[in-house]
């Protein structure tokens, strides 16, 4: 595997991104297109147009929705781990100070800069981004979805 960084730190899952959506994303545009091309069966192709829009919409919504919905209590779950086993206290009171996406964000850094830049969020509020950037050495996460 590749080393991990900002870059290229985002995942793609080609059946879903690269197979299904397109297919539905074509079917979509020849459905409106015929709808409006083809008078006598413009109903039907309205209504094949309305259940391709769910069908795409039902993809891209449910793959998403529940892995990362547990993925994101996975992350909280290891900052307060992290946290504890760094510090030697619970976490309680800083994780409300964060919001997710700094959290999110403090997992790619190593121990020595997890401290600085935890430190830089609470005191400057810096954006989950903007933590991302200032990671010099990437700490990889090659199972998020």
Do not use: C
Request: glycine share 4%; aromatic share 14%.
């Amino acid at each position: 595997m590749k080393t991990q960084n900002y870059a290229n730190h985002k995942k793609y899952y080609p059946p879903h991104h690269f197979v299904l959506l397109p297919l539905l994303m074509i079917l979509l545009i020849i459905g409106l297109v015929k709808s409006f091309n083809d008078s006598t069966n413009q109903l039907s192709w309205i209504l094949f147009s309305i259940v391709v829009f769910l069908l795409l919409y039902l993809a891209v919504m449910l793959r998403q929705h529940y892995a990362l919905g547990n993925q994101d209590r996975i992350i909280r779950l290891e900052f307060k781990q992290r946290y504890f086993e760094i510090f030697g206290k619970r976490s309680d009171e800083i994780e409300e100070k964060l919001n997710f996406g700094q959290i999110a964000a403090l997992r790619y850094a190593y121990d020595d800069e997890f401290k600085i830049l935890l430190d830089k969020a609470l005191k400057e509020n810096i954006s989950g981004d903007t933590i991302k950037k200032s990671i010099q050495k990437w700490k990889p996460d090659f199972h998020r979805v």
